[in-house]
């Protein structure tokens, strides 16, 4: 019998996340700080309007590129949060989620042999998805002296005449790191110059603490090569409603557009008008939740500090990155242990790339009591391990 499997698809490796995600699953009385998903419920504005959309009959496909009201919203959205103008119509396409964008922007920009330069440690897909569009990825190893923040210097080192996208994730999976203004000026210098263009994942645009987020779209040059992926799983609470946009130059969203219609046909139905309500009235529901993902990030930054436990401090998304490097274990063997011997699951760095090993990624997307339970038992693993040296 022939090989029924391609060859591509063997090679890529699952997800290093579920992986502590099914096994905590079937484990009692387990703690999971390993899913990025907010404990919050949808705030209810939301959901009575997929609710009433789903009374009223509104169950048929909708436009392929997603609902016209919906992308006009969008727009505004767009021009009070980040400053950048886009037409409803011609620069907008709704899609499953944030990484359906990912992936079709990817495949409608890329021939074989194209690079794209993905910064890591980052999001999981970016790599993935590359070699599925016939890409070359090409990692840029982020470092935690400069806060996991992309350099000028990084960047330039590994542009070739082969480049063709640079992936900017931030605010960053999973280190919480951020772009400031005057840490995207040089890079938007040499995207411009090395004429590439850039896929700016700001899926965690609203959770930001201390400084707003500034998207690489805003600075001259950069909204025509720019494609912005965002959506409303993190900031609205809305992971199961699968819901995001692209917004970039017509001419690629065309191109995406072709792929969206042909394996998907459009997002859900109900998802789009519960999101038209969300953006039109849910700004202080996403300030409370941003206002109690701070909180938490404060507290673990405090705990970490007391244990001795080596930690930047994040300025985005709602994830931390200790360093575990002094107890001489990968962060595979950490993360495992610390499982097995204390039911906590976090996740092993090096799932977001081989430069996250000495790291675990912990998410306070949890309330406080799950956290505090956690860090405690953190602390009698820590505490065990430093005895044993």
């Known amino acids: 019998m022939r090989n029924p499997l391609s060859k591509k698809i063997v090679e890529i490796q699952p997800s290093g996340i579920r992986k502590f995600f099914d096994v905590v699953n079937e484990m ?15 705030p209810w ?43 409803p119509k011609e620069n907008i396409i709704v899609t499953v989620g944030g990484s359906e964008g990912i992936d079709i922007a990817l495949r409608a920009m890329l021939d074989p042999g194209d690079e794209v330069l993905i910064p890591q440690p980052s999001y999981v897909s970016y790599l993935p998805c590359t070699v599925l569009a016939d890409g ?14 992309l350099t000028k210097e990084e960047l330039e080192e590994k542009i070739t005449d082969k ?8 605010p960053n999976n999973p280190t919480g790191s951020i772009m400031t203004k005057e840490d995207l000026a040089p890079i938007a210098e040499l995207v411009v110059k090395h004429d590439l263009f850039v896929i700016s994942d700001e899926i965690y645009s609203e959770l930001t603490y201390g400084t707003d987020h500034v998207s690489i779209a805003s600075f001259p040059g950069m909204k025509e090569r720019t494609i912005v992926i965002n959506g409303f799983s993190k900031g609205f609470a ?24 042909f394996a998907i ?9 519960a999101a038209i309500e969300g953006l039109r009235n849910c ?10 993902y701070n909180q938490r990030r404060r507290f673990l930054i405090k705990e ?86």
């Not at 480049?163 to 931030?170: A, D, G, Q, S």
């Not at 692209?246 to 072709?258: D, N, R």
């Not at 046909?265 to 008008?273: E, G, I, K, R, V």
């Open 283 to 292: 700004e202080n529901e996403v300030q409370e939740m941003r206002r109690a």
């Open 28 to 42: 009692k009385d387990a703690i999971s700080l390993g899913v990025g998903e907010p404990d919050f419920d949808t």
């Open 265 to 273: 046909m459009c997002a859900p139905t109900n998802s789009q008008y």
């Open 304 to 389: 970490f500090e007391r244990m001795g436990l080596q930690c930047f401090e994040p300025e985005g998304a709602f994830y931390i990155f200790p360093c575990i490097k002094e107890f001489g274990m990968t962060s595979e063997e950490f993360a495992t242990r610390f499982l097995e011997q204390y039911k906590v699951a976090v996740v092993p760095g090096t799932a977001f790339g081989d430069c996250g090993e000495g790291f675990l990624r912990i998410s306070y997307a949890y309330s406080l009591e799950d956290l505090k339970t956690a860090l405690g038992r953190l602390e009698q693993f820590i505490d065990g391990l430093r005895k044993e040296k």
């Open 136 to 149: 070359i990825p090409v990692v840029i190893p982020l470092k935690e002296e400069n806060k996991f923040k």
């Open 163 to 170: 480049t063709k996208i640079l992936v900017l994730p931030f």
């Open 238 to 261: 809305m992971t199961g409603w699968r819901l995001g946009y692209a917004c970039g130059p017509s001419v690629i969203i065309e191109q995406m557009l072709k792929i969206h219609q």
């Open 45 to 87: 504005r939301i959901r009575e309007e997929g609710i009433y959309s789903l009374e009223r009959g509104r169950t048929f496909y909708t436009s392929n590129a997603g609902l016209l009201e919906l992308k006009e919203e969008i727009a505004k959205y767009l021009e009070r949060k980040i400053g950048v103008s886009y037409h």
